[in-house]
């Protein structure tokens, strides 16, 4: 098993920028896809990014130019820069992981992955 701790979200302005962490502890060891998605109050659950141990990275559409997953394989953290910050994108952000999903197949699916996080919250004010 691997347990996740998301950090720093918070509240910014229409085109500011934040940074989230996700700290890895566990059973690290294993080869996990790594995803961030996010949940805005009565709309499913969105894929906004996801990192495979090989490097290759996949970016939800209404990301894709503002937003910038990576990942510390040594320190086990998985980031998300996020600029020119939307309105839009106010939700609760979650960081996953499951060793048995592909960034080349439905990596965007909240329902394939095991673990998460217990989320941090974004507002961006318009």
């Known amino acids: 098993q691997v347990q996740l701790v998301e950090s720093g979200g918070g509240s910014v302005p229409a085109g500011g920028s934040l940074r989230l962490s996700c700290v890895a502890s566990g059973n690290t060891d294993r080869r996990y896809l790594m995803a961030w998605f996010r949940q805005a109050p009565g709309k499913e659950r969105e894929g906004v990014a996801a990192?495979?141990?090989?490097?290759?990275?996949v970016y939800g559409d209404s990301v894709k130019g503002r937003f910038t997953i990576s990942q510390d394989s040594v320190k086990n953290i998985l980031y998300l820069q996020m600029n020119n910050l939307e309105p839009g994108d106010t939700a609760m952000y979650y960081c996953?992981?499951?060793?048995?999903?592909?960034?080349?197949?439905?990596?965007?699916?909240?329902?394939?992955?095991?673990?998460w996080g217990q989320g941090t919250q974004v507002t961006v004010s318009s």
């Open positions: 996953a992981a499951d060793p048995y999903v592909s960034a080349g197949g439905r990596w965007y699916n909240h329902f394939m992955y095991n673990y």
């Open positions: 990192i495979d141990t090989d490097g290759k990275i």
